[in-house]
């Protein structure tokens, strides 16, 4: 099935530095939405946007919303620890019915050295 | 509960035998997903449920697999003939309504061996 192209596949840094990771897709979606899993646990959202160029903050996260609506990106800021996971962005359509099905990226994972 | 349960969390089992692996979303919650996620990809979308209904089936991947939600609150994802390629996490998530955020479950692991 389709999946959004999400990069970067992996990253490795340290403690206080900032991350940045972006979702691709060569579709329109309406709605993007950025999830963390944990091992072992389902995908937890961290952030949802909605409109084209909507910029959206969650304590240190930060995601945007492309004006295209064909792409979105995620920022960390002064990451720590327990950031670590594996981070997902996904898509949602609201056109011809589609609504509810989430497409999702392959996934960032992201290692913190403290 | 206050979340989505999934049962069992790991289930290991022969090629060619049958799976139940069960979901109990949010109490309240209409709208029932499973998502299967292989070994280093995101989720992907198998079925919707509103109410008791398969309002969309179109991404369970042949005929072996098939889901209930009888009530309209517990599934069941039932898998046939299971085959190694089968193998990967099976996520349940539920939501208030199609147009709202999902809450996933910790899923079910399942290995074919």
């Known amino acids: 099935g389709q999946q959004l192209n999400q990069s970067p596949q992996s990253m490795f840094i340290q403690e206080g530095e900032d991350v940045s990771m972006n979702c691709t897709s060569s579709?329109?979606?309406?709605?993007w939405l950025w999830y963390k899993q944990d091992p072992g646990e389902g995908p937890v959202l961290l952030i949802a946007?909605?409109?084209?160029?909507e910029l959206t903050s969650n304590g240190r996260l930060t995601a945007q919303f492309g004006i295209t609506r064909k792409d979105s990106f995620l920022n960390i800021s002064a990451s720590i620890p327990s950031d670590v996971g594996i981070y997902f962005c996904?898509?949602?359509?609201?056109?011809?019915?589609?609504?509810?099905?989430?497409?999702f990226g392959k996934g960032t994972l992201l290692t913190v050295n403290p | 509960g206050a979340g989505v349960s999934q049962t069992p969390s790991n289930k290991v089992t022969e090629k060619g035998k049958y799976v139940e692996l069960r979901c109990d979303p949010i109490?309240?919650?209409?709208?029932l997903y499973w998502y299967r996620q292989s070994l280093g990809q995101g989720p992907e979308f198998l079925i919707y449920?509103?109410?008791?209904?398969?309002?969309?089936d179109s991404g369970l991947p042949n005929d072996r697999f098939f889901a209930v939600r009888p009530e309209g609150s517990v599934s069941t994802l039932k898998i046939q003939r299971t085959e190694r390629g089968d193998s990967a996490v099976y996520l349940c998530?539920?939501?208030?309504?199609?147009?709202?955020?999902?809450?996933f479950g910790s899923g079910t692991r399942l290995t074919v061996v």
């Open positions: 998530a539920s939501s208030s309504g199609a147009d709202y955020g999902y809450t």
């Open positions: 579709s329109i979606f309406n709605t």
């Open positions: 946007l909605y409109k084209a160029g």
């Open positions: 996904a898509g949602r359509k609201s056109s011809g019915g589609s609504n509810y099905k989430l497409t």
């Open positions: 109490s309240g919650h209409t709208a």
């Open positions: 449920f509103q109410g008791t209904g398969a309002a969309d």
